[in-house]
């Protein structure tokens, strides 16, 4: 049963892309050539690589990959571990930064132009716009063609990620947004658990009941991480509106209930987590708080540091909860690519890396680790449903289906602009530097000064 629900929960995923999408394609970019010679398979899906042996000339090819907290999620170096194991001619070089940095610094290290790195992770599709429109991402298309490589394994996913008619990168996994809680501080309260129709109403009735106890040994009923999404999601999560809009009016109710969680003290204030740079995983670890709405990215996270022995208490994941209008299953999420650096001195070995990581046998090995990949793989799928450190369960794997997805911010080509005003706004307000209808007016002057709506 398990297995056959979680093979819907991600054929349901890469439909979802197309859903949060509609019909057109808008997305990011890259291109370039000249390493070790391409002898990949014609099929384009042997994610095998004695391509990356035969450019050896004595010593090893390295590669270098950009990664972000790697040290705190299994993403990354699994795959990079299975690579050089496959390879053992390629050493990869790992430039680590952190979540919250990795756009900037990615950003500086591109406009000089230098060979390093060779692959990007791309940690948001916004960003993938504005590398492509300045030239700092290789094209793929002719590797496609040469290896006659079979992009309908993403199931449409792939598509997604084309802009300007070019092929910028492939998809590495999918996440989406889900509530995770801790089962042990519920049933030490006596409290039931989050359930998979659980409207926003419900949640903060639920947030509040759960929050306990003062000073360092509070427990908090919830927690809402300091990016702007875990406001902003919840506004555009019935796929009515996004968050390039005209009139920002419709955040309204969301800021307020989300200042209200934070000014009654079922969550922890904003102004604190910026401020002692307080990473959300920390947070539930700690068991600081009994409920966390995050992306599925964090189950992978969880069930590493139990198997570590960092954490030893039960926990669990639940849908979203959604507005008392909306059904059950509406979620907000995002897909994360993998490209190659248009300054690449290795531009076939990349592309054979790129290739791996987003291959069937690379989605196995991350269904092991709890990680949703841009391949509906079936044999993933039983991995993951079969998991030893995956919650057990119905409603655990119940919690991960949805009937419609929508992107946490379109592909406009002014996304990153336009997310730094959602930033900087989002900060005045939690901090109540801003009333609300301050913080909405600014909005929407400010976008459309970028989108020229003036």
Same mark, same amino acid.
């Not at 990949?40 to 990356?52: E, N, R, V």
């Not at 449409?156 to 809680?181: F, H, I, S, T």
């Not at 990680?371 to 509906?376: D, K, L, W």
């Given at each position: 049963?398990?297995?056959?629900?979680?093979?819907?929960?991600?054929?349901?995923?890469?439909?979802?892309?197309?859903?949060?999408?509609?019909?057109?394609?808008?997305?990011?970019?890259?291109?370039?050539?000249?390493?070790?010679?391409?002898?990949?398979?014609?099929?384009?899906?042997?994610?095998?690589?004695?391509?990356?042996?035969?450019?050896?000339?004595?010593?090893?090819?390295?590669?270098?990959?950009?990664?972000?907290?790697?040290?705190?999620?299994?993403?990354?170096?699994?795959?990079?571990?299975?690579?050089?194991?496959?390879?053992?001619?390629?050493?990869?070089?790992?430039?680590?930064?952190?979540?919250?940095?990795?756009?900037?610094?990615?950003?500086?290290?591109?406009?000089?132009?230098?060979?390093?790195?060779?692959?990007?992770?791309?940690?948001?599709?916004?960003?993938?716009?504005?590398?492509?429109?300045?030239?700092?991402?290789?094209?793929?298309?002719?590797?496609?063609?040469?290896?006659?490589?079979?992009?309908?394994?993403?199931?449409?996913?792939?598509?997604?990620?084309?802009?300007?008619?070019?092929?910028?990168?492939?998809?590495?996994?999918?996440?989406?947004?889900?509530?995770?809680?801790?089962?042990?501080?519920?049933?030490?309260?006596?409290?039931?658990?989050?359930?998979?129709?659980?409207?926003?109403?419900?949640?903060?009735?639920?947030?509040?009941?759960?929050?306990?106890?003062?000073?360092?040994?509070?427990?908090?009923?919830?927690?809402?991480?300091?990016?702007?999404?875990?406001?902003?999601?919840?506004?555009?999560?019935?796929?009515?509106?996004?968050?390039?809009?005209?009139?920002?009016?419709?955040?309204?109710?969301?800021?307020?209930?989300?200042?209200?969680?934070?000014?009654?003290?079922?969550?922890?204030?904003?102004?604190?987590?910026?401020?002692?740079?307080?990473?959300?995983?920390?947070?539930?670890?700690?068991?600081?708080?009994?409920?966390?709405?995050?992306?599925?990215?964090?189950?992978?996270?969880?069930?590493?540091?139990?198997?570590?022995?960092?954490?030893?208490?039960?926990?669990?994941?639940?849908?979203?909860?959604?507005?008392?209008?909306?059904?059950?299953?509406?979620?907000?999420?995002?897909?994360?690519?993998?490209?190659?650096? /248009?300054?690449?001195?290795?531009?076939?070995? =990349?592309?054979? &890396?790129?290739?791996?990581? %987003?291959?069937? +046998? #690379?989605? !196995?090995?991350?269904?092991?680790?709890?990680?949703?990949?841009?391949?509906?793989?079936? /044999?993933?799928?039983?991995?993951?449903?079969? =998991?030893?450190? &995956?919650?057990?369960?119905? %409603?655990?794997? +119940? #919690?991960? !289906?949805?009937?419609?997805?929508?992107?946490?911010?379109?592909?406009?080509?002014?996304?990153?602009?336009?997310?730094?005003?959602?930033?900087?706004?989002?900060?005045?307000?939690?901090?109540?530097?801003?009333?609300?209808? !301050?913080?909405?007016?600014?909005?929407?002057?400010?976008?459309?000064?970028?989108?020229?709506?003036?």
């Amino acid at each position: 049963m398990r297995k056959r629900q979680l093979m819907a929960v991600v054929m349901a995923a890469a439909c979802g892309t197309l859903v949060a999408c509609g019909g057109g394609s808008t997305a990011p970019a890259e291109s370039q050539g000249g390493a070790a010679p391409t002898t990949a398979a014609s099929s384009g899906q042997d994610s095998g690589s004695g391509q990356a042996q035969a450019g050896a000339s004595g010593g090893k090819q390295v590669l270098s990959v950009t990664t972000w907290d790697n040290e705190s999620s299994p993403q990354f170096q699994a795959i990079i571990d299975a690579y050089e194991e496959k390879n053992p001619n390629v050493e990869i070089k790992i430039i680590d930064t952190s979540a919250d940095e990795y756009n900037n610094s990615l950003g500086i290290s591109l406009s000089a132009a230098q060979p390093d790195p060779d692959v990007i992770w791309v940690k948001d599709m916004g960003s993938m716009l504005q590398m492509a429109d300045k030239e700092q991402l290789m094209p793929i298309d002719d590797f496609i063609a040469k290896d006659n490589f079979d992009m309908s394994i993403y199931k449409g996913a792939a598509e997604q990620l084309m802009y300007n008619g070019k092929a910028y990168a492939l998809p590495y996994r999918n996440d989406w947004y889900v509530l995770y809680y801790n089962k042990d501080l519920f049933d030490a309260a006596g409290v039931e658990y989050p359930s998979n129709d659980m409207t926003w109403e419900e949640y903060y009735d639920l947030a509040a009941k759960m929050t306990s106890g003062e000073g360092s040994s509070k427990v908090y009923g919830s927690h809402n991480h300091t990016w702007q999404a875990l406001v902003t999601n919840w506004a555009v999560q019935d796929g009515k509106h996004t968050v390039v809009e005209k009139d920002y009016s419709f955040m309204k109710h969301w800021y307020e209930e989300a200042l209200a969680l934070q000014d009654a003290g079922y969550i922890q204030d904003y102004s604190t987590l910026k401020t002692a740079n307080i990473h959300y995983s920390s947070v539930f670890k700690n068991q600081q708080c009994a409920m966390m709405p995050m992306g599925t990215w964090f189950i992978a996270t969880m069930m590493q540091s139990q198997q570590e022995g960092e954490t030893d208490f039960n926990w669990g994941v639940a849908r979203i909860p959604h507005p008392s209008d909306t059904e059950t299953g509406y979620t907000v999420g995002a897909l994360t690519p993998v490209a190659i650096s /248009a300054f690449t001195d290795q531009p076939d070995l =990349a592309w054979d &890396f790129i290739k791996f990581a %987003s291959s069937e +046998e #690379a989605a !196995e090995i991350l269904a092991e680790q709890g990680v949703f990949t841009g391949i509906p793989s079936e /044999a993933a799928l039983q991995t993951i449903a079969s =998991a030893e450190l &995956f919650p057990e369960g119905e %409603s655990n794997v +119940e #919690a991960l !289906e949805y009937v419609h997805y929508s992107f946490d911010r379109p592909l406009d080509p002014q996304i990153e602009e336009i997310r730094t005003v959602l930033n900087e706004v989002h900060e005045m307000i939690m901090i109540h530097s801003y009333s609300v209808d !301050e913080g909405i007016a600014e909005l929407t002057e400010r976008v459309a000064e970028i989108k020229g709506w003036n």
